[in-house]
Antibody, heavy 123, light 108 residues
Framework: QVQLVQSGSELKKPGASVKVSCKAA????????MNWVRQAPGQGLEWMGW????????TYAQGFTGRFVFSLDTSVSTAYLQIISLKAEDTAVYYC????????????????WGQGTLVTVSS | EIVLTQSPGTLSLSPGERATLSCRAS???????LAWYQQKPGQAPRLLIY???SRATGIPDRFSGSGSGTDFTLTISRLEPEDFAVYYC?????????FGQGTKLEIK
């Protein structure tokens, strides 16, 4: 079945970097956009942006430019989120979420979602 | 940026009752590009409704979505114990895609 499996929890010190992976299975990876969503502890959902899995072109939401990098390895059907120069306020669960519909299928909601990766930034 | 405001913040109901959740947008959501998600503690969100009124695969028909423009509603016709969770609306018609702050549906 279609699923996204993310890498495990991370504990990092301020100033370090982290790379979260999101491995797709059950469909052709390059046919659907991949989104990233942040959820701070006890808070709601915040869309970080998306990456075109066909071209590799990323789009970042305001507030997620500069220290956040979306990338791909299409050979292993995996999307990545890298966060550079981590700050305490980056502590959150990070989700990858695929567009429900393929490219050219129109705008769409997100389905499925990865299980989430908790990134904790603490000295 | 389109701001989505969900109400109420918390809804206390009993199993078997009907739940009505509201999502109001600060400007019109193009082409009714609005989705609803359910999130249970420790779990990822699950897509319930997209296109304002289309149920996602595997979603029971007690869940229904309606609305257009700036006002949208998620209705759960008869609450089951597993429906108590947090619900989010999302607009994906214009960038940035935005989520509402959530409605917590709790057991009364």
């Amino acid at each position: 079945q279609v699923q996204l499996v993310q890498s495990g929890s991370e504990l990092k010190k301020p100033g370090a970097s982290v790379k979260v992976s999101c491995k797709a299975a059950g469909y052709t990876f390059t046919t659907h956009a991949m989104n990233w969503v942040r959820q701070a502890p006890g808070q709601g959902l915040e869309w970080m942006g998306w990456i075109n899995t066909n071209t590799g072109n990323p789009t970042y939401a305001q507030g997620f430019t500069g220290r956040f990098v979306f990338s791909l390895d299409t050979s292993v059907s995996t999307a990545y989120l890298q966060i550079i120069s981590l700050k305490a306020e980056d502590t959150a669960v990070y989700y990858c979420a695929r567009d429900l519909l393929p490219f050219h299928g129109g705008a769409t909601g997100f389905d499925p979602w990865g299980q989430g990766t908790l990134v904790t930034v603490s000295s | 940026e389109i701001v989505l405001t969900q109400s109420p913040g918390t809804l206390s109901l009993s199993p078997g009752e009907r739940a009505t959740l509201s999502c109001r947008a600060s400007q019109s959501v193009s082409s009714s590009y609005l989705a609803w998600y359910q999130q249970k503690p420790g779990q990822a969100p699950r897509l319930l409704i997209y296109g304002a009124s289309s149920r996602a695969t595997g979603i029971p028909d007690r869940f229904s979505g309606s609305g257009s423009g700036t006002d949208f509603t998620l209705t759960i016709s008869r609450l089951e114990p597993e429906d108590f969770a947090v619900y989010y609306c999302q607009q994906y018609g214009s960038s940035p895609e935005t989520f509402g702050q959530g409605t917590k549906l709790e057991i009364k």
